[in-house]
């Protein structure tokens, strides 16, 4: 991938779900379906049948290893302490979040996938019928996938193909754009768990959002689109500090999953609702679209922090 010009390769999938069976999923989509796609990835894709990718010479061109454990090198300039990347993909739940179901129900739901991690897709559809064959949820509520389309209408797969047509990535680019002035407005649609001065804000900022996209689209693009060591434009931090904050309505919404790993609750409360901006939403532009893909603040493969941008309102 030509990293060059400042990308991000990306490809958003929305499923079409059919549940075989009723019963209870989830109150929260996000961590069931992150949890048991794991899971299942693992099984498919680990050919020595370990419960541990630590010290594994295939760990990098796995596909679990890579979606789930993407190693840092030593010699990386970045993260050189930590012992993985940020994950290459992002669920994106149902938009109403049904905890029950019944039988025949049908619901839609999204996987982006960023970078290299495109080349496992295969590998990811099978994890996720596996998924369907296991069950969902605290009843195991088992599904079908009925239909795959990427984000522009364009179908991949319907049920009873025998296989997974293949898909290119989409690129966005990441220099600011062309300077315009206007008024807009990000709507957190899931909860948004943002570090400001070393813990998870209650309010934001425009430079906040701005910041945290900065660092988590640098860290995607380096680690799975290329390896550019390059930061993001100043610029950006720049625009997000001259615009002006017209209007905020934002609250904190509380959530919870529990952690079999950890055997407790883990936090997942953030903020949701809307702010609206006056300031250079042109150069701004390129960011937060890229942001819609790829979420913002903690927790984001869970579908956390799932922001909309509109002009003019």
């Given at each position: 991938?030509?990293?060059?010009?400042?990308?991000?390769?990306l490809?958003?999938?929305?499923?079409?779900?059919?549940?075989?069976?009723?019963?209870n999923?989830?109150?929260?989509?996000?961590p069931?379906?992150?949890?048991?796609f794991?899971?299942?990835?693992?099984r498919v894709?680990c050919s020595?049948g370990?419960?541990?990718?630590?010290?594994?010479?295939?760990?990098?061109?796995?596909?679990?290893g890579?979606?789930?454990e993407?190693?840092?090198?030593?010699s990386?300039?970045?993260?050189?302490?930590?012992?993985?990347?940020p994950?290459?993909?992002v669920?994106?739940?149902?938009?109403d979040?049904p905890?029950?179901?019944?039988e025949a129900?049908?619901?839609?739901?999204?996987?982006?996938?960023i970078?290299?991690?495109?080349?496992?897709?295969p590998?990811?559809?099978?994890?996720?019928?596996?998924?369907g064959?296991?069950?969902?949820?605290?009843?195991?509520v088992?599904?079908r996938?009925?239909?795959?389309?990427?984000?522009?209408?364009?179908?991949?797969?319907?049920?009873?193909?025998r296989q997974?047509?293949?898909v290119a990535?989409?690129?966005?680019s990441?220099?600011?754009?062309?300077?315009?002035l206007?008024?807009?407005?990000?709507?957190?649609?899931?909860p948004?768990?943002?570090?400001?001065?070393?813990?998870?804000a209650?309010?934001?900022?425009l430079?906040?959002?701005?910041?945290?996209?900065?660092?988590?689209i640098?860290?995607?693009?380096?680690?799975h689109?290329?390896g550019?060591?390059?930061?993001?434009a100043?610029?950006?931090?720049?625009?997000?500090?001259?615009?002006?904050?017209?209007?905020?309505?934002?609250?904190?919404?509380?959530?919870?999953?529990?952690?079999?790993r950890q055997?407790?609750?883990?936090?997942l409360?953030?903020?949701?609702g809307?702010?609206?901006?006056?300031?250079?939403?042109?150069?701004?532009?390129?960011?937060?679209?890229?942001g819609?893909?790829?979420h913002v603040g903690?927790?984001?493969?869970f579908?956390?922090?799932?922001?909309?941008?509109?002009e003019?309102?």
């Open positions: 991938m030509d990293i060059s010009d400042h990308s991000l390769y490809q958003r999938f929305d499923f079409e779900t059919k549940f075989l069976a009723g019963g999923v989830s109150r929260n989509w996000g069931t379906m992150r949890g048991g794991g899971r299942m990835l693992r894709s020595l370990r419960e541990c990718c630590r010290d594994c010479f295939v760990v990098g061109s796995c596909a679990y890579y979606i789930f993407t190693p840092v090198l030593a990386s300039p970045v993260m050189r302490k930590y012992p993985q990347a994950h290459p993909f669920f994106e739940p149902p938009d979040n905890p029950f179901v019944r129900d049908s619901v839609w739901h999204s996987l982006v996938v970078g290299d991690a495109i080349r496992y897709v590998h990811i559809f099978l994890a996720m019928e596996e998924l064959k296991g069950g969902l949820g605290r009843d195991s088992p599904f996938i009925e239909t795959v389309r990427i984000h522009e209408g364009e179908l991949v797969y319907r049920h009873g193909d997974f047509r293949t990535s989409r690129r966005l990441l220099q600011p754009g062309a300077s315009c206007a008024r807009f407005s990000i709507e957190f649609q899931t948004a768990r943002m570090i400001v001065t070393g813990r998870v209650s309010t934001l900022s430079l906040d959002i701005v910041k945290a996209l900065c660092r988590r640098f860290l995607l693009q380096h680690f689109c290329g550019s060591a390059e930061h993001l100043c610029a950006y931090y720049t625009a997000a500090e001259a615009a002006r904050c017209l209007d905020q309505h934002v609250s904190w919404s509380d959530a919870r999953r529990y952690s079999t055997s407790r609750l883990i936090p409360g953030g903020v949701t809307r702010l609206t901006f006056e300031g250079d939403l042109g150069l701004l532009r390129p960011l937060l679209v890229a819609e893909y790829v903690k927790n984001a493969t579908g956390l922090g799932k922001m909309v941008i509109s003019g309102v």
